[in-house]
């Protein structure tokens, strides 16, 4: 085992980065991804981490500048003031999560060290993200290396927002077909669902892979209502209801066909069991930032395929940085269903990273896993700063 690294510094930097179309959901609407780095300097190299936490607390309690806060003030301070022992003879080995946990003993440290925190799983996964990057570069290895990936090319969906109108909404789903999409996702919410998704279906034909995400705007008075879904063929509904509300999912998944899948309610390995056994979930959207960092995420996916339910990878309007990590985590085999892995113009003009592009030929609808060490992306410091909307806070 090579010498672990030493973290130096930690700097946060904020910025705004224009989405190329507003993006509305269940509970809001975006016109602008305003974005949290972290940086982590160690005495080894550097490495970069995104927080996934929006501007406002709609679609889960964290946002962004409660995340900045809590890292700046708590988690920061602690990770700097941490020290980290190599790993005893015998505690590396294993297999699956264990293995590229015990690959990375700095990165394995941090959630230990930052547990102390109730919660704040994005702000933790953000600075999970960055140390990792910093210590697998460190290593020359690939993060799809470390997480176990067996695949070089990932299948991608596209999460489509609510539209203005009907016609609108069709405009935007067959332009992302003709671009190579193998899945579309389509945001519902009371009023605005048999009438688009109908109208999604047969536009796409049968063969279309289509699926839905209410973003937990439903209630259990909608479950006829939500059954009557089953007539489109979905691939999944994904979170209809209160992200605690796990009873209330158990009761749709007996009363239709389609798949339930959650999504803000998987906090992690336990609460991912927990929804399986008790039948609230049949499919999982993994997402890092929600469930406090990639190394959780790889012992969610170990336990899903486990229990034979499938995975996939949600997105949360990453930039290069994130989406290079995610894309990744999407090469592992438990993942059977398209992701929210769009190419980076699915959102930006110009992305912070090399951009991420639909591959064409037999990876039509696909994105290339990254390959070089950390992430595999180099991040555009220039725009960094260009798009700054505050100075930078670093914390040593
Ligand atoms: O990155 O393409 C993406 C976003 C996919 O729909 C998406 N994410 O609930 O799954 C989800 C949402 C959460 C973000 S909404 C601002
Ligand atoms: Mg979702």
Not at 144 to 150: I, K, R, W, Y
Not at 165 to 194: F, H, N, Q, S
Not at 354 to 377: N, S
């Amino acid at each position: 085992m090579s010498e672990i690294p030493v973290v130096e510094s930690i700097t946060l930097h904020r910025l705004d980065v224009p989405l190329v179309r507003p993006f509305e959901t269940s509970f809001g609407r975006e016109t602008v991804r305003d974005v949290l780095l972290v940086h982590v300097r160690t005495d080894r190299g550097e490495g970069w981490g995104e927080c996934v936490a929006g501007r406002d607390p709609f679609y889960s309690s964290e946002y962004v500048d409660g995340a900045a806060s809590v890292i700046e003030r708590y988690l920061a301070p602690a990770l700097l003031r941490g020290r980290v022992d190599a790993p005893r003879a015998g505690a590396v080995g294993g297999t699956g999560a264990g293995a590229a946990i015990a690959s990375v003993p700095l990165a394995a440290s941090v959630a230990p060290a930052l547990d102390f925190v109730a919660g704040h799983r994005m702000a933790k996964a953000a600075l999970e993200a960055a140390v990792l990057d910093a210590e697998l570069r460190a290593q020359g290895r690939s993060m799809s290396e470390c997480f176990g990936a067996v695949r070089e090319w990932v299948d991608c969906g596209v999460s489509v927002g609510i539209a203005p109108t009907l016609e609108e909404l069709l405009d935007e789903v067959m332009g992302y077909v003709e671009a190579g999409y193998r899945r579309i996702k389509l945001k519902i919410k009371p009023g605005w669902d048999l009438v688009p998704v109908g109208a999604v279906r047969e536009e796409l034909g049968a063969a279309g892979l289509l699926q839905v995400d209410a973003n937990t705007a439903y209630t259990t008075r909608d479950i006829p209502l939500l059954a009557q879904l089953d007539a489109f063929d979905l691939l999944l509904i994904e979170q209809p209801f209160a992200e605690e509300d796990l009873a209330a999912h158990v009761r749709l998944a007996r009363a239709c066909e389609t798949p339930v899948c959650l999504d803000e309610s998987i906090l992690g390995t336990t609460t991912v069991i927990d929804a399986i056994e008790r039948g609230a979930t049949s499919v999982v959207n993994v997402k890092p930032g929600r469930m406090g960092g990639y190394l959780e995420a790889l012992r969610v996916h170990d336990a899903c395929v486990l229990r034979g339910v499938p995975v996939w990878a949600g997105g949360m309007l990453e930039t290069g940085v994130g989406r290079a990590a995610n894309v990744a985590l999407a090469a592992l085999p438990g993942f059977t269903l398209p992701g929210d892995t769009s190419a980076s113009d699915r959102y930006f003009a110009e992305d912070l990273t090399e951009p991420f592009v639909l591959g064409d030929g037999e990876h039509r609808g696909q994105l290339r896993v990254p390959d070089a060490p950390g992430t595999g992306v180099t991040v555009r410091e220039e725009l960094v700063r260009a798009w700054a909307t505050r100075a930078p806070v670093v914390v040593r």
